[in-house]
Every structure is written in C-alpha cells, then in structure tokens.
C-alpha cells in the first residue's frame, strides 16, 4: 500500500464487480420487463451504441459491457473508446449487436453504472487539471455510495486522482472522536500514537487527525506517518509545511473544492483529500442509440 494510498485494479475484484452487476440487475428485472416483452419481437437482432453526449473523461466501459454480457452472454460488445480516454459530444464509445429485447434490458443499469463512474473520472480529472505542475496527489475518501467503493475509487484513479483506504482495515486512522475520547483518559498526542504503533501491524501506517500546526508537529515527532491538516485555514497550513519540513506525510482536508484547491495545494502540502470526487460528481450524459433494427 506505499505511503497509505492504493491504486484499484478491477481485475483483483472481479468477483465482487459481478455480484453487484447481478444485484443491479435483480433490482430493475425481478418482475421482468414488460414493456419490452409486450412490444419486442422474442427473437429480433439489432445493433445499438453507446453515444456520448458531453465532453469528459470515460470510465467504466468495460462493466458497462459485463451488464449486457450477464443478460444474455450471446451479445457482442465492443468497446471503441477505452477508460481514461478524454471524449467528446457525439463519440462513438461502444457498439453492441444481437437479441434487440435483451440489449434494452440490460440499458438501464449499463448505463447507470457508465454514467455515474465517467461522471467522478471527469471530476476527478478537472480536480488534477487545477493541480498541474505542483507536487501534490489528489485523494478520494470513503464517502462513497454503498456497494459502490471499489468503482467509485477506480473511476477516480481513471482520471488521474489517488486511492486513500478501501476499508477501515487498510490504515490506522486516528479521527477526532476517537482523539476525544483518548484524551478524556488523560493521553496526548504522542501517546496516542504510540499506542497506535504498539498495537498495530508493523506494515501498516499511521495517520492522526490535527486541527493546529502545533498538533501537526506533535504527530510527526510522535512518529505519525501521514498527518491530517483538518479544516486548517491557508496560513495554518502553511505553518504545519514549514514546522513539519518532511517528518511526514502531510495530508490537507476540509474546505476543499474547484475554487480552493489551487491554493491549498501551494501550500506544499503533499496529499488533498476530495469527499467531493466521488459523493457529489455529476453523472457524465451518454445515451444508448439503436442504430441497426
């Protein structure tokens, strides 16, 4: 896992992936789809594509291609635009050929899943364009919708960004509550993370929570290896950069959108930590079109 941060490689989780494309699918097919059944021909062939309607970043193409292949495997889908790859209106991203009825039964969640994923790869990129030329990583959080962690954080690292945690086992993440609560038992800061360390993997790094440059500098002497600058203000972090000067990771989070990253990130802090990439990106518009019928 490096310094903390991890890169998704769908194919590590290719078990889980298919789970909930069946789960998905169970969800908009349980009772059939009766539209469909009532006005399609049981045995007409076609050919549709996926058609891009904004400009953005492409991610999930290949699970939008599993989701037709779990309704009838006898489909043929071809990708023609791969993850990562930037598009524009009117690309042409895939094209999938064969019973018209169960490429409509399929549309729906192929596209949810394209749709959304290509949504925080495009955020995710446009958080990375802002950044360009500093020394900094953008990082999702485990702010993600249930179920859907392991995507969300491939589609951020498609566009460019850095994967924190999966789970809550990957990294000892030492928060607020859980400093409250310590200190109400009379440790400090360096207490506390020397009790991380005492208990904890020998591999497995640590992180703290820090609200002053004072605290920052406290953890890093403690023997912290990644150190959260939470909701510090610019001159704050400034301040911890400087006191800190490389005793460990530092990690900037709160407050953090389009407007503020720049300057977040000029004050050489190393990580920035986006709730945002993968909790509040915009769907990306791609429509299925029947072109052959």
Same mark, same amino acid.
């Given at each position: ?6 890169? $998704?490689? !769908? ?5 889980? =992936?298919?789970? !909930?494309? +069946? ?6 097919? %349980?009772? &059939?789809?009766?539209?469909? *059944?009532?006005?399609?021909? %049981? ?12 400009? &953005?970043?492409? %991610?999930?193409?290949?699970?939008? @291609? ?15 635009? %791969? +993850? ?6 009117? +690309? ?5 050929? &064969?019973? =018209?009825? *169960? ?15 290509? @949504? ?19 990082? +999702? ?35 607020? #509550? ?19 360390? @005492?208990?904890?993997?020998? #591999?497995?790094? $640590? ?25 510090? @203000? ?23 959108? !389009?407007?503020?990253?720049?300057? $977040? ?11 945002? !990439? ?6 990306? *518009? ?8």
């Amino acid at each position: 896992m490096g310094n903390g941060a991890l890169m $998704i490689k !769908l194919t590590e989780y290719l078990p889980q =992936i298919e789970d !909930l494309i +069946d789960r998905s699918l169970e969800e908009d097919l %349980a009772t &059939g789809d009766i539209t469909t *059944d009532c006005l399609i021909p %049981a045995h007409a062939k076609g050919k549709a594509s996926f058609i891009s309607k904004s400009a &953005g970043t492409l %991610a999930g193409i290949e699970v939008a @291609g599993m989701v037709f292949l779990k309704v009838d495997p006898f489909l043929k889908y071809s990708p023609l635009a %791969a +993850d990562g790859n930037h598009i524009k209106p009117n +690309d042409v991203l895939a094209s999938i050929s &064969g019973n =018209i009825a *169960d490429i409509l039964k399929a549309e729906r969640t192929a596209l949810n899943f394209l749709q959304h994923l290509s @949504g925080v790869a495009t955020l995710t990129a446009r958080y990375m364009e802002l950044v360009k030329g500093l020394p900094v990583k953008i990082l +999702d959080t485990r702010k993600t919708v249930p179920g859907m962690r392991v995507l969300e954080k491939y589609a951020v690292s498609v566009g460019g960004g850095t994967n924190h945690r999966l789970g809550l086992g990957d990294l000892v993440l030492i928060k607020d #509550n859980h400093i409250a609560i310590l200190h109400k038992g009379g440790l400090d800061i360096h207490e506390i993370v020397k009790q991380a360390r @005492g208990k904890s993997a020998r #591999n497995i790094k $640590i992180e703290i929570e820090t609200t002053s440059p004072e605290d920052a500098l406290a953890a890093a002497k403690a023997g912290a290896d990644i150190v959260m600058l939470d909701n510090m @203000g610019l001159s704050e972090m400034r301040r911890a950069v400087e006191l800190v000067n490389h005793k460990a990771i530092l990690e900037a989070s709160g407050g953090v959108n !389009l407007d503020t990253v720049r300057a $977040i990130a000029e004050t050489g802090v190393d990580w920035i930590s986006v709730g945002a !990439l993968t909790h509040s990106a915009r769907t990306l *518009d791609i429509n299925l079109e029947l072109v052959e019928f």
